[in-house]
């Protein structure tokens, strides 16, 4: 079983705006944004090219190639956030969308007397790399005041290049009561979701329920908050892959969760949490009575009793959840503890941001202790992995359909 990312991929430089290949303007429509990125394109394409391709006359065939991989569509509703989808999107290492548009709603864009939207659009350039072509995708940046948000809706579809599967990246605080979102969900293939932002968990993971409960064909789901505990899983599970000690899987009695407070862009951990606990209750076949209430003695941590066993053989799992302003946390977990009859005891706890440590306790065991390289990942990485799923995540879902219910309102 894999343990956690040692590595990854190998990093390569950002891609960057092609000279010349880039444009500001007020515009009505998407078809002006579309004859800008034609035009665009016959600017930088030499005679001789196909499909789009630069081919100098001393150069092999291939030596760059246009992205024809996918759509991604992000929404953001503040600059800030906005430079943090382009910081990702230029960053994706060696899988680039075709085309990525970028909704901005902000609150403080100011709106000019006429009607339209204003719009950035450029080609941007991916340098070659040992085994791989240049490749050049195209980036659409158009931003209204946070009062013409549904203006947006209007133009997202027809920027959309045609016969590729369409991504949506909600990087906005929340999707709830969101027409914009509404309609963006109808054109899209695959949603992907940072809860970690919001500042309504009950009712945000009530709102992805809905969807995967949605009749007809509804995106396929992915969150942020979910991929960043991919090691603490992975590790929890390693505790137990040993056959002595597997039967404590049905002796746990409490779960400690401390996750990470509100950092500078205000997400934080409270729904990693969350979806932790579903991970472990769904696979474990717990169950929940009801939201989580606040724990006796400490006004900021939360706590449920779940049920857990065979009908005739039911017992008690006490579930806590408590913040911590841990700066490593982040918008993640800080440490998860596990505690069963007879003493037995697991811990996975976020040593730094670059390294998780793992402690075991069982009886006639030696304790165990080890450091694991697990670092934080950012926005680029989490979407580049996202960007090569296309399927459902069936785990994540049972996870997040036993979340739900206990987060708190």
Known sequence: MPVARTGGRAARPPARPVPGASRQAHVLDAGAITAELNRLWAQVVEPGSANGAVVADDAPVGVLTRASTLNLTAVARS????ERVENAVVRLGDLYPSRATILVA???????PDPGLDVRVALLEQDAGAGHPAIRFECVTVEVNADDEQQLASIASPLLVADLPDFLWWAADSAVGSDL????????????????ATAMPAAELVRLVALLDAGGHPPKLSDFAWARLEPWRNLVALFFDRPEVRPVLDAIDEVQIVYGTAGADGRTGLTGALLFAGWLGSRLGWQAPGELVRARGEPTGWRATLRAGSPDRRREVLLT??????????????????????????????????????FSQVDA?????????????????????????????AVYEAALRFATPLAPG
Do not use: K, N, Q
């Open 79 to 82: 600059r800030r956030d906005a």
């Open 106 to 112: 902000d609150p403080e864009h100011a709106a000019g």
């Open 181 to 196: 979102f509404d309609d963006l969900i109808e054109v899209s293939d695959r949603l992907i979701v940072d809860t970690a």
């Open 321 to 358: 959840l408590r913040p911590a302003p841990d700066p490593v946390a982040d918008c993640g977990l800080a440490t998860v503890t596990l505690l069963a009859e007879g003493g037995a005891s697991f811990r996975v706890e976020r040593f730094d941001p670059a390294e998780l440590a793992t």
């Open 365 to 393: 065991l030696p304790t165990g202790r080890r450091m694991v390289y697990a670092p934080v990942p950012d926005d680029a990485a989490l979407l580049a992995d996202e960007l090569r799923d296309f399927g459902h995540d």
